[in-house]
């Protein structure tokens, strides 16, 4: 059984940063992409930034130059560094990942999310 733990969130002023952490645990061969998504309220939940296994990024329009995702794979953790946050940005932050369990079949998994809330 594979579990996503994410951590991180808070409250935080427009222009600030805040960083967010995600630790996928359990019995894990291997995990290919991981991501970021957030869901503000009364809107769809939408992507943020991926990360592939070798490190390849991919950033939502809104939020590039602005956030970084990083990876360590020793350690199954998944990063999104905010800086420059603006009161859009408010929302709950999920962490999402294909990982392959060991014995089993590759599944994507989502944490529970944390909320990140900036004031303007």
């Known amino acids: 059984q594979v579990q996503l733990v994410e951590s991180g969130g808070g409250l935080v002023q427009a222009g600030g940063s805040l960083r967010l952490s995600c630790v996928a645990s359990g019995r894990i061969s291997s995990i290919n992409t991981m991501g970021w998504y957030r869901q503000a309220p009364g809107k769809q939940r939408e992507l943020v930034a991926t990360?592939?296994?070798?490190?390849?990024?991919n950033y939502a329009d809104s939020v590039k130059g602005r956030f970084t995702i990083s990876r360590d794979n020793a350690k199954n953790t998944v990063y999104l560094q905010m800086d420059s946050l603006k009161p859009e940005d408010t929302a709950d932050y999920y962490c999402n990942a294909d990982v392959l369990p060991t014995g089993y079949f590759v599944m994507n998994y989502w944490g529970k999310g944390t909320l990140v809330t900036v004031s303007s």
């Open positions: 990360v592939t296994s070798g490190g390849r990024t």
